[in-house]
T-cell receptor, first 115, second 112 residues
Framework: NAGVTQTPKFQVLKTGQSMTLQCAQDMNHEYMSWYRQDPGMGLRLIHYSVGAGITDQGEVPNGYNVSRSTTEDFPLRLLSAAPSQTSVYFC??????????????FGEGSRLTVL | QKEVEQDPGPLSVPEGAIVSLNCTYSNSAFQYFMWYRQYSRKGPELLMYTYSSGNKEDGRFTAQVDKSSKYISLFIRDSQPSDSATYLCAMSANSSASKIIFGSGTRLSIRP
């Protein structure tokens, strides 16, 4: 079972460039989300979606865009990369938006460096 | 002050030891508590989930919640080298998945 698949695994960008981190899940989960993980900061929620066509902001949304056109895919777009966006990004999905609907499944992460 | 505090470690113990990992928090409204394990270069995976106070046991792992002290613990008995990982606590005041607050993680190393 593939679970949550993220691409690319590694990326180096220059300041001002844009790019999209891809996330796909094959578990028919309604809820999908993006986190960033920085040393000493834990995981912080960037954006999330409770179903196709529905997205909302998390704790640190500035500089990022998302869309959810299908149940399976939830891409994260960096509009104009900044060094402060150097981080490890995780996509995660859950059957529903409530904690009682099951556990949160994470992808393996995408390591982004912005020079 | 962070809502959730977790000692970053690293914590190094010999194989077979009992490990105690802890988090403190400031928001008394938290009532959903989770522990995640994260191996190097991998995504976190759910280890334990508890609601409100009390203990929960699953094999070698025991999660404990003390809401009066705003303190949660994860105990690992008979620790194995395969338990070497970063352990993240997480908690939420309501059942919405978008409101989970994660600790920064404790790096654990089990020496053979």
């Amino acid at each position: 079972n593939a679970g949550v698949t993220q691409t690319p695994k590694f990326q180096v960008l220059k300041t001002g460039q844009s790019m999209t981190l891809q996330c796909a899940q094959d578990m028919n989960h309604e809820y999908m989300s993006w986190y960033r993980q920085d040393p000493g900061m834990g995981l912080r929620l960037i954006h999330y979606s409770v179903g196709a066509g529905i997205t909302d902001q998390g704790e640190v949304p500035n500089g990022y865009n998302v869309s959810r056109s299908t149940t399976e895919d939830f891409p994260l777009r960096l509009l104009s990369a900044a060094p402060s966006q150097t981080s490890v990004y995780f996509c995660a999905s859950r059957r529903g938006q409530w904690l009682t609907t099951g556990e949160l499944f994470f992808g393996e992460g995408s390591r982004l460096t912005v020079l | 002050q962070k809502e959730v505090e977790q000692d970053p470690g690293p914590l190094s113990v010999p194989e077979g030891a009992i490990v105690s990992l802890n988090c403190t928090y400031s928001n008394s409204a938290f009532q959903y508590f989770m522990w995640y394990r994260q191996y190097s270069r991998k995504g976190p995976e759910l280890l334990m989930y508890t609601y409100s106070s009390g203990n929960k046991e699953d094999g070698r792992f025991t999660a404990q919640v003390d809401k009066s002290s705003k303190y949660i613990s994860l105990f690992i008995r008979d620790s194995q080298p395969s338990d070497s990982a970063t352990y993240l606590c997480a908690m939420s005041a309501n059942s919405s998945a978008s409101k989970i607050i994660f600790g920064s993680g404790t790096r654990l190393s089990i020496r053979p």
